[in-house]
T-cell receptor, first 115, second 114 residues
Framework: NAGVTQTPKFQVLKTGQSMTLQCAQDMNHEYMSWYRQDPGMGLRLIHYSVGAGITDQGEVPNGYNVSRSTTEDFPLRLLSAAPSQTSVYFC??????????????FGEGSWLTVV | AQTVTQSQPEMSVQEAETVTLSCTYDTSESDYYLFWYKQPPSRQMILVIRQEAYKQQNATENRFSVNFQKAAKSFSLKISDSQLGDAAMYFCAYRSGHTGKLIFGQGTTLQVKP
């Protein structure tokens, strides 16, 4: 998954704590997105962005905030962590221009446990 | 809103045999793309095959092919000559040609028996 970097890879939080999952890509991709994957489940879209300054909600946005101040970075913020947010989080990016069939690159995932 | 549904939580196939994974989707858009992704235990997301909605011809990639039925909104994946390395979770995905938004089905776990 060269090109999309997620940090941290593992994190344990206490209920009510806040944290930010970082996602960075160096491919000048306009499109970036965040997903969560619960055990045995598919990836559910949290938020996505089609360019700097533009974000939109996905399927499960509650409890998460995002911003896109640069093309390279798309951080995901948990304002007050809850046990229901225990999951594996994936960041993904791709070019937007020309075709939505463009290859989508995924990060390696961030394992988050909220206790 | 668009949705993707995979109705088979688990499937199994004998090595060297053929298996078909089902996927249906719902959309009112005319411009979209469909994908199948493979996720092994490492959680890496691997693109298996891609289909443009405007193309009538079914996509093929080596042992992997799709049956794209646009009117029925069906997009199944056929794996021929199954190999042990094909064992993984498979996700069907829909990408809007308008917003670029990509959404996934619930996944199908494929077991390959030797």
């Amino acid at each position: 998954n060269a090109g999309v970097t997620q940090t941290p890879k593992f994190q344990v939080l206490k209920t009510g704590q806040s944290m930010t999952l970082q996602c960075a890509q160096d491919m000048n991709h306009e499109y970036m997105s965040w997903y969560r994957q619960d055990p045995g489940m598919g990836l559910r879209l949290i938020h996505y962005s089609v360019g700097a300054g533009i974000t939109d909600q996905g399927e499960v946005p509650n409890g998460y905030n995002v911003s896109r101040s640069t093309t390279e970075d798309f951080p995901l913020r948990l304002l007050s962590a809850a046990p229901s947010q225990t999951s594996v989080y994936f960041c993904a990016s791709s070019y937007s221009e020309g075709s939505s069939g463009n290859t989508i690159y995924f990060g390696e995932g961030s394992w988050l446990t909220v206790v | 809103a668009q949705t993707v549904t995979q109705s088979q939580p688990e499937m199994s196939v004998q090595e060297a045999e053929t298996v078909t994974l089902s996927c249906t989707y719902d959309t009112s858009e005319s411009d979209y793309y469909l994908f199948w992704y493979k996720q092994p235990p490492s959680r890496q997301m691997i693109l298996v095959i891609r289909q443009e909605a405007y193309k009538q011809q079914n996509a093929t990639e080596n042992r992997f092919s799709v049956n794209f039925q646009k009117a029925a909104k069906s997009f199944s994946l056929k794996i021929s000559d199954s190999q042990l390395g094909d064992a993984a979770m498979y996700f069907c995905a829909y990408r809007s040609g308008h917003t670029g938004k990509l959404i996934f089905g619930q996944g199908t776990t494929l077991q390959v028996k030797p």
